[in-house]
């Protein structure tokens, strides 16, 4: 028999799928790892400390670890998020929050075949 093996840390990329109904808000929270959140439906409202960001499903966000956001949903919203441990993210993506176009739906393997 293979014995396990419990390496018992956690992973540098995790993910999200979550749907949010017309309205639906999550108060303001902040993680341990950056993130990038992205809808494939409908408009996403994230309010940071220094800036409000609609962002539809042509856009996704890059949120820095530790930074505080809210969101609302604006229609239905069915979102993805990838997050990435603090150690690999700031360095090479940013200490503050930006917009991502194309590349975005790249890195979140949405292609215009399999849009949803």
């Not at 949010?20 to 940071?48: L, N, P, S």
Request: hydrophobic share 40%; with cysteine.
């Amino acid at each position: 028999m293979m014995p396990y093996i419990n390496n018992s840390k956690p992973a540098d990329i995790q993910a999200l799928a979550r749907d949010y109904v017309d309205g639906e808000t999550v108060g303001e929270h902040c993680h341990k790892d950056g993130q990038f959140i992205h809808a494939t439906e409908g408009v996403m409202e994230i309010r940071t400390p220094t800036r409000l960001w609609l962002v539809p499903p042509q856009r996704g966000l890059w949120i820095p670890p530790r930074t505080p956001h809210a969101l609302r949903a604006r229609g239905k919203v069915t979102l993805r998020a990838v997050y990435i441990v603090a150690s690999r993210a700031t360095f090479s993506l940013g200490e503050q929050p930006s917009a991502f176009a194309a590349m975005f739906r790249r890195i979140m393997g949405v292609t215009p075949g399999n849009y949803r």
